[in-house]
């Protein structure tokens, strides 16, 4: 496959079709690396096949692209399995879930845990702040990211905790 790459840039090289798409880019696009130019300010709305489907209308998350980096965003993640749509039972397990479905969101979409910048934290009883405290330590080891946590009367189908992020991503050029 490779082989039939390179002949074929090489044929285009010699052709005016080198000249309007760049030789380069095609090997890059027939290799499978298709660029995605962002520009500045673009917005991409994010979603991972890892992570539950909204419950309302909202996005996963979205991205939001500079020069040399990006900012994930991500909705507030609740409890729900992905494979079943439901609420987790327990609130051990529903921190759990809420924080796998966070990082799988934010790495599938090109970013990770540990450049996270802040999370803020929902919770039906403040009482429960040490025990999602124990279970968020288990996710955020070091370099801990700015975090904000308070007690609200409701959350979406009356789940026991809801965690959002943002985390920065270092584009590919940039290094």
Same mark, same amino acid.
């Given at each position: 496959? %490779?082989?039939?790459?390179?002949? &074929?840039?090489?044929?285009?090289?010699? +052709? +005016?079709?080198?000249?309007?798409?760049?030789?380069?880019?095609?090997?890059?696009?027939?290799?499978?690396?298709?660029?995605?130019?962002? %520009?500045?300010?673009?917005?991409?709305? #994010?979603?991972?096949?890892?992570?539950?489907?909204?419950?309302? /209308?909202?996005?996963?998350?979205?991205?939001?692209?500079?020069?040399?980096?990006?900012?994930?965003?991500?909705?507030? $993640?609740?409890? #729900?399995?992905?494979?079943?749509?439901? #609420?987790?039972?327990?609130?051990?397990? $529903?921190?759990?879930?809420?924080?796998?479905?966070?990082?799988?969101?934010?790495? @599938?979409?090109?970013?990770?845990?540990?450049?996270?910048?802040? /999370? $803020?934290?929902?919770? +039906?009883? &403040?009482?429960?702040?040490?025990?999602?405290?124990?279970?968020?330590? %288990?996710?955020? /080891?070091?370099?801990?990211?700015?975090?904000?946590?308070?007690?609200?009367?409701?959350?979406? %189908?009356?789940?026991?905790?809801?965690?959002?992020?943002?985390?920065?991503?270092? @584009? $590919?050029?940039?290094?």
């Amino acid at each position: 496959m %490779k082989f039939l790459a390179i002949a &074929i840039c090489v044929s285009l090289l010699f +052709s +005016s079709v080198s000249c309007e798409l760049g030789i380069f880019k095609v090997f890059e696009n027939f290799m499978g690396k298709e660029e995605k130019a962002h %520009k500045p300010g673009d917005i991409e709305i #994010l979603s991972s096949p890892n992570v539950p489907e909204a419950i309302g /209308t909202y996005s996963a998350g979205t991205k939001v692209y500079y020069n040399g980096f990006s900012i994930i965003e991500t909705s507030g $993640q609740i409890g #729900l399995n992905p494979a079943t749509g439901e #609420l987790v039972e327990d609130f051990e397990g $529903q921190v759990e879930q809420a924080l796998n479905n966070l990082k799988h969101l934010i790495e @599938d979409n090109g970013g990770s845990l540990d450049r996270v910048i802040k /999370t $803020q934290i929902f919770l +039906s009883d &403040i009482d429960n702040f040490k025990a999602v405290d124990a279970i968020y330590a %288990k996710y955020f /080891t070091k370099d801990f990211p700015a975090r904000a946590a308070v007690a609200v009367k409701d959350l979406p %189908k009356l789940c026991y905790v809801e965690i959002m992020a943002e985390a920065v991503v270092q @584009d $590919q050029e940039s290094g």
